[in-house]
Nanobody
Framework: QLQLVESGGGLVQPGGSLRLSCAASGFTLDYYAIGWFRQAPGKEREGVSCISSTGGSTNYADSAKGRFTISRDNAKNTVYLQMNSLKPEDTAVYYC???????????????WGQGTQVTVSS
């Protein structure tokens, strides 16, 4: 059964850091582009970042540029989102998603995890 599991969320103070992980089971991520998305209460889901299947190409939303870094370790079947300089407006449930495509975008993805809560507050 194809499954994505996010972890690493939590409560952090403004200016702090978190690293989210997205671990895949039931399939290998080697041929999948991976995206990170988030949804805050009362807001639409938005794309945060994505990485191509080989890791050679990445994209970031303007809100994430310069603060977030996406990476992948295909040997561990895991994708990461390093988030630095966190702001209260980064508070949301963060989801990872996978799609069988080589290049990444912040559009449609076929497979989704359950999400991990990130709360940025003092």
């Amino acid at each position: 059964q194809l499954q994505l599991v996010e972890s690493g969320g939590g409560l952090v103070q403004p200016g702090g850091s978190l690293r989210l992980s997205c671990a895949a089971s039931g399939f290998t991520l080697d041929y999948y582009a991976i995206g990170w998305f988030r949804q805050a209460p009362g807001k639409e889901r938005e794309g945060v970042s994505c990485i191509s299947s080989t890791g050679g190409s990445t994209n970031y939303a303007d809100s994430a540029k310069g603060r977030f870094t996406i990476s992948r370790d295909n040997a561990k079947n895991t994708v990461y989102l390093q988030m630095n300089s966190l702001k209260p407006e980064d508070t949301a449930v963060y989801y990872c998603a996978a799609d069988l495509k080589r290049m990444c975008d912040l559009g449609e993805y076929a497979y989704w995890g359950q999400g991990t809560q990130v709360t940025v507050s003092s």
